[in-house]
T-cell receptor, first 112, second 114 residues
Framework: NAGVTQTPKFQVLKTGQSMTLQCAQD?????MSWYRQDPGMGLRLIHYSVGAGITDQGEVPNGYNVSRSTTEDFPLRLLSAAPSQTSVYFC???????????FGPGTRLTVL | GNSVTQMEGPVTLSEEAFLTINCTYT??????LFWYVQYPGEGLQLLLKATKADDKGSNKGFEATYRKETTSFHLEKGSVQVSDSAVYFC?????????????FGTGTRLTIIP
């Protein structure tokens, strides 16, 4: 099993550009989530999904969109990048709920 | 709302030293408590957990006891190794109104020097 994979590992964007962070898992997990990690703030939940076709907002959803068309994939879209979205983004998955999630290696995003 | 407070870092220790990383929490219900570890360049991994008061979670020589009376879940290890260098996150899970949510602390960076 590859576990949770994220691409790209690093990305630099200009303000206003859009992009999609990819996340995939091969463990047949129903629950998937996206977090951002900022210095001194721990991890904050952006969006989550409890199964294919179902998504919901987390703590900091503004500026991000998600969809869950398959069990395996949970992409995160930045609609119009802003410097405040400079962060490290983690995707995670679990059989059920946010507890005992498996985390991907992260994507470091810089918005200039 | 729920919150987790953990000691400010960074923490630097010599190999074989005793480690304590403090964590206290505020929660309205009866949370489960967790410690996650993030090694350099990797995602978070669950290190240990405790689901009710007085439970002790343990893994890889680390221990933490769920203390309801002091709302604490301090992480301890008797003899640290260089390979323990990482960022440690305390977290709680509280099932509020059927929606389980994980709340993280800010993380404590630990560096062990040989």
């Amino acid at each position: 099993n590859a576990g949770v994979t994220q691409t790209p590992k690093f990305q630099v964007l200009k303000t206003g550009q859009s992009m999609t962070l990819q996340c995939a898992q091969d463990m047949n997990h129903e629950y998937m989530s996206w977090y951002r990690q900022d210095p001194g703030m721990g991890l904050r939940l952006i969006h989550y999904s409890v199964g294919a076709g179902i998504t919901d907002q987390g703590e900091v959803p503004n500026g991000y969109n998600v969809s869950r068309s398959t069990t395996e994939d949970f992409p995160l879209r930045l609609l119009s990048a802003a410097p405040s979205q400079t962060s490290v983004y983690f995707c995670a998955s679990s059989i059920r709920g946010p507890v005992e999630q498996f985390f991907g290696p992260g994507t470091r995003l810089t918005v200039l | 709302g729920n919150s987790v407070t953990q000691m400010e870092g960074p923490v630097t220790l010599s190999e074989e030293a005793f480690l304590t990383i403090n964590c206290t929490y505020t929660a309205t219900g009866y949370p489960s408590l967790f410690w996650y570890v993030q090694y350099p360049g990797e995602g978070l991994q669950l290190l240990l957990k405790a689901t009710k008061a007085d439970d002790k979670g343990s893994n890889k020589g680390f221990e933490a006891t769920y203390r309801k009376e002091t709302t604490s879940f301090h992480l301890e290890k008797g003899s640290v190794q260089v390979s323990d260098s990482a960022v440690y996150f305390c977290a709680l899970s509280d099932r509020g109104f059927g929606n389980e949510k994980l709340t993280f602390g800010t993380g404590t960076r630990l560096t062990i020097i040989p």
